[in-house]
């Protein structure tokens, strides 16, 4: 027995040893990438020391003698903090994933060099002006100096995962290119509605145009105001298009054009959550002017809606000069891009400014007519461009390699498919041209341009003539600017690069052997929407309707149909004199506009059955908010889902069905009023329905859903149950390897708010109900005192996962909280957590 006992005890110390070996490995491998935020390091190429100091949450505000130091040593924080996913987006942006990830995104990397991204990057550098290329310059020396003490496991735990699989990977020393690329991916999901036309093209194969465009109902300008009330270009009136008439593509739409679309669709939706959006993006941006606040200065406020990651896409940074001059004008903070110098939202020591999306149609796809490496434009066939790009795969001995092909109009995207280039080429013999379609696109983002002067020129603008000088340049992708100084003017101007159209309107794929569907210019920048200093004091941007419908150029159809943007201006008429508390109070609005427009139409309807009743009467005295303990909200939202499902499913093609955001909202909203439209109706059912069978159907249909994934009784019932979000680590994250998984990822918490509410939580009802796109930071400036601004971060700064500033402002960011924001050098010192100075090495 004493011996029995010895050998267990024995075997039981070598356990927990090998155990304790085991944790500490795991520990060491998991802090092994933590960085250094005291203390001294070296910078080689600096002109003088750089302090960084961070408060609690980490936050870097960066103190430097010049531009060169300042930004160089953002480059160093940058990858001190977030290394791998400036690697991740690089990788993105020049369709290099599959060299870490293999051939599972090899699709996705054939259509971005196919679209070129990188190379459109590479050319932008030499138009920048030499200020810019040097802070991009320096910006890579920061990062590139920290790359060359760090790797493997010490630069990000996620190489020590990678290392695991076999992969043998160092990254590669950063470049200018690198940080211009990325602002391409943002163009991209920020710039366009090709997705929208493809959509709409599909849709023409099945219904005649009329039933289609019910489905793409006008803005409704008499219910929701667009940014500006008034505005007109010259004495000339509305700008006069002649489209083409839908039913005249029929001929054009072969099931093979059809698959192509389908292809390409397919791939391209898969870019946005890459790169850290998801559906329902958007944004709030809104200013008011001392007549509303209670200090007499205005209040400036933003909430970009973008997909939720892990780490959040903004980084939050200071940039001071130490002494203000002509040859060192930055006194900056805000939020920024890891990957990117500068600020992109944010204020300096004179103004504050904020983005929300313009969202104009600068996407146009083209019907080519090919044979080839040849195509038809103006009755004659024409070489196209063409160049070889080569892939290499992990886990593949071989390189891929496919040939990309360029019209006039851009590249033929229909080539980048499932099953290689024939598969984008469309065998429809059309009359005399016994030639395949090919669908070209045409955006401006693959123009080289100079937004990268615009950042800077926004970042050391001291007055709103400085500031529009600097919008002028801002070509991609086009945003709602809104603007505040410390003179206390605000404003509002609409930049970038929107094509004229000697033909049509992009709403559909056009023929591009036709001359007449060219693009023939830009909207001249002092002919967009401009606003200094509105009467009424008040600003609103959040993705509606820019100007009437008398404005003389073509923007978009496609705006956001102005739910959000009223109930915000409504908010803001009602509050009285404003402070960032109340400013930052309305970004957490519920309200469901929807729901206030339908659930009289749900309340008149008579169900007889007690049980379903229940569900029913859960909406009666409803506020229509959307907290997440909220039953009312429950219920609505998964009625709404039911109700979309059962008006359109049956009748149009999966992969078109509605998902709940603002355009169903205004769909449905004109359906109440046609009680027998055909859109009603199920047709798959012998008798035809009406809309009330179908809100009915809804109710009840809810009313067993809602018991089946939550409980039976409604006092049981709470939105956030339903209405969940996972921050998700956009590569490992989704490895399927639970353990793996739960290293990166955080979540779920269950939220309030919703699709096309203030507080913009996402989600799609084609789906489901998590969420897929979230406000990515909050932000209210106060121009009386920079130092009682407010803002807070999705996750954190931190993009190591365990580290303390990894996700320690999203429970801020959950309650609606937000943090002071430390302006001021002595507001900085006073929240000082660490100081690190940087220097530059010894001779």
Known sequence: MRRLLRVVIISGIALATVLLVIAGTVVFVVRHSFPTYDGTIELTGLDGDVNVVRDANGIP??????????????????????FFEMDFRRHVTAGRLSELFGADALETDKFVR??????????????????????????????????????????????????????????????????????????????????????????????????IESLYPQYPYDRNDPIMASGSVGQDGKFTTSPIAPEARRGMLTQDFLKSLDSVQKVAKGLPELLGQGDGIGSN???????????????????????ATMPGIWTQVGLHCNSLSKSCPFDVSGFSFSGLPGVVIGHNNAISWGFTNLDPDVQDLYLERIDGNKVLYSNKWRAMATREETFKVAGQDKPVKITVRETRHGPLISDVGEDQREVGE???????????????????????????????????????????????????????????????????????????????????????????????????FDALPSEFDPPDGIIVTANQAVVPGTYKYYLTNDWDY??????????????????????ASIQLDTKN????????????????????????????????????????????????????????????????????????????????????????????????????????????????EITQKMAREPENWQWGKLHKLTLTNQTLGKSG??????????????????????????????????????????????LSDFDKSRWVNLTGVSGHAFSSNYTDQTELWLKGETLQWAYTRGAVEAARKHALTITKPEN
Do not use: C
């Not at 043998?168 to 470049?175: A, G, Q, S």
């Open 61 to 82: 505000q960066i103190y430097a003698d010049t531009p060169s130091d300042l930004f160089a040593a953002q480059g160093y924080v940058a990858a001190q903090d977030r």
């Open 562 to 583: 102005g739910y959000r943007s009223q109930q915000i201006l409504d908010r803001i008429k009602a509050a009285g004199k404003l402070d960032a508390n109340a400013m």
């Open 426 to 524: 469309i065998a429809a013999k059309q009359g005399k041209y016994p030639q395949a379609y090919g669908v070209a696109l045409q955006w401006t983002a693959l123009t080289p341009g100079r937004t990268a002067d615009a950042l800077f020129a926004i970042n050391r603008a001291q007055n709103w003539t400085q500031f529009r000088a600097a919008a002028s340049q801002f070509e991609v992708p086009s945003q709602n600017l809104v603007y505040a100084d410390t003179d206390g003017h605000i404003g509002y101007q609409s930049p970038g690069l929107i094509p004229i159209r000697r033909k049509g309107r992009g709403d559909w794929p056009v023929p591009g052997w036709d001359p007449m569907y060219r693009w023939t210019g830009y909207i001249p």
């Open 114 to 211: 196919t679209l070129g991204w990188r190379r459109v990057a590479e050319k932008e550098l030499g138009l920048l002006s030499p200020s810019t290329r040097q802070y991009l310059d320096d910006y890579a020396r920061g990062v590139n100096e920290y790359l060359s003490n760090h790797s493997g496991s010490g630069l990000s735990l996620e190489y020590a995962v990678l290392s695991l699989k076999g992969t043998d990977y160092r990254p590669e020393p950063w470049t200018a290119a690198d940080s211009l690329a990325w602002l391409k991916a943002m163009a991209w999901d920020l710039g366009g509605n090709m997705d929208e036309e493809i959509t709409r093209t599909k849709l023409l194969a099945a219904f005649p145009s009329r039933n």
């Open 737 to 782: 390897i639970g353990l793996v998984d739960r290293l990166f990822n955080r979540g779920p918490y269950e939220l309030g708010g919703g699709t096309s509410i203030v507080d913009a939580t996402a989600w799609d009802a084609s789906e489901g109900y998590t969420v897929t796109a979230t406000p990515s930071m909050r932000m209210v400036v106060d």
């Open 285 to 307: 941006s809104w200013v008011v002017s001392g007549d509303h606040t209670t200090t007499g200065k205005p209040l400036l406020a933003n909430d970009p809606h973008l997909g």
């Open 593 to 704: 506009r929807a729901a206030e427009m339908l659930v009289p139409y749900l309340l008149q309807i008579g169900i007889e059955d007690a049980f379903d009743k229940q569900g029913q009467d859960t909406l009666r005295n409803w506020d229509f908010t959307q907290p997440p303990d909220s039953a009312a909200a429950a219920y609505f939202n998964v009625v709404w889902r039911n109700l979309l499902a059962l008006t359109f499913h049956d009748q149009l093609p999966e992969g078109t069905w509605p998902d709940g955001g603002s355009r169903w909202f205004e769909v449905i909203h004109t359906l109440l009023s046609q009680p027998n439209s055909g859109w009603w109706d199920n047709i798959g059912t012998p008798q035809k329905e009406n809309r009330d069978d179908i809100l009915r159907e809804a109710l009840v249909n809810a009313r067993t």
